[in-house]
């Protein structure tokens, strides 16, 4: 068996040459998936694929926890696991140049069971700079994840394991975070709960950095045939044999710190969108698609088709859209969270 030591040392690397890698994607894909090897052996509890990845989700009033198989397996996307640790990086780096007496504090909320994009840092920052809040909503992702970072002896950097509910968590007064991070979300913010947990959580933290820093949706209309695939690494520099075919018709909601304390009079489930003018002149095969771009802080943005949470969203519940048609959105909270639009002519 290979030392622990040496796991250590090589988890270490890997995660600085994951944070500074500027080559290939493919290199990149290879780099995460050694790092993920490593959360995966360190785990007490083997994450296996059955036959049913849901088993085991939680289904909320404000949204839904994937199970820890399938939050497990989103650590091997490799562009969405690396940006979004660069991004925390910098947000911690950022927080660290602003305190000087006391540890930065980080409250990752849905940490999944390997705590994705926390553990790899506890090798970058010591403890005595950076502390982390790890929470999930299920005992065995906790369990897991404590099993990993004792594995790793990055148990120092820990403030506490909290299992619970991130959209009804009470942050201790002492423990105030800086930084929030929270993956909890799929394409264009359906489904799960990212705008009810930040929501929640940056209103008790209100001078907090929350990363990702911008979740933006935009509308576009879409000729699907000319629309690539997500790219891969294998065909990084190959020519598409077509281009995309869209027609931008605007920004249609963001999810940053700004416009969540915007909301901070609303006590209803509807939040405000935008509404959109359809002025051009419609051709067959154009539908309405929202695009997610995510920005995890800084320069760090995962652009479309860059990872699961970047593909395209068709527009649901719009059976006809006419030229100088309206589509007016807003953003529905709830047990079933997503972007709605309705049509008038």
């Known amino acids: 068996m290979i030392d622990d030591a040496i796991i250590i040392e090589e988890f270490k690397r890997l995660t600085l040459e994951i944070l500074h890698h500027d080559g290939p994607r493919g290199i990149l894909v290879g780099l995460v998936g050694e790092l993920v090897d490593i959360l995966e052996n360190a ?38 696991t690396a940006l979004f640790l660069r991004g925390l990086h910098d947000a911690i780096t950022g927080a660290l140049e602003l305190k000087s007496s006391e540890p930065v504090r980080v409250l990752y909320a849905g940490s999944g ?16 700079k950076v502390q982390f809040t790890v929470l999930d909503i299920h005992p065995a992702s906790i369990d897991s994840a404590k099993s990993v970072i004792g594995r790793l002896g990055l148990e120092q950097s820990v403030e506490e394991f909290v299992v619970g509910d991130a959209c009804h968590y009470i942050i201790p007064r002492e423990a105030t975070p ?8 799929s394409t264009a913010l359906e489904k799960e709960p990212q705008v009810a947990i930040m929501r929640h959580l940056l209103s ?56 969540i304390r915007s909301w901070d009079a609303l006590s209803t ?39 699961n949470l970047t593909g395209i969203r068709e527009i649901s519940g719009i059976d006809h859209l006419a030229p100088d048609s309206t589509l007016q959105f807003h953003y529905r909270l709830g047990p079933d969270p997503r972007l709605v639009a309705e049509a008038t002519d």
Do not use: W
């Not at 069971?113 to 010591?126: Q, S």
């Not at 800086?178 to 979300?185: C, K």
């Not at 869209?246 to 999810?255: H, K, S, T």
């Open 43 to 80: 785990a007490d509890t083997q994450f296996e694929h059955p036959s049913d990845i849901t088993e085991g989700k939680t289904s909320s009033r404000d949204g839904l926890a994937i199970s820890p198989t399938q939050a497990a397996m989103c650590a091997t996307e490799e562009q969405r």
């Open 204 to 259: 008790q933290a209100p001078e907090a950095v929350i990363v990702p820093e911008s979740v933006k949706l935009d509308a576009f209309l879409v000729d699907t045939s000319n629309e690539p695939e997500r790219i891969v690494p294998d065909c990084e520099g190959s020519a598409n044999s077509s281009q995309p075919d869209r027609i931008p018709l605007g920004p249609v909601f963001e999810l940053n710190a700004s416009t």
């Open 269 to 307: 489930e509807r939040l405000p969108a935008a509404q959109i003018e359809v002025a051009h002149p419609l051709k067959p095969g154009y539908r309405p698609f929202i695009f997610t771009t995510i920005t995890t802080y800084g320069k760090h943005v995962l652009g479309t088709h860059d990872c």
């Open 178 to 185: 800086d930084v929030i991070v929270s993956e909890t979300m």
């Open 113 to 128: 069971p390997y705590a994705t994009l926390a553990t790899p840092l506890m090798t970058v920052f010591p403890p005595g």
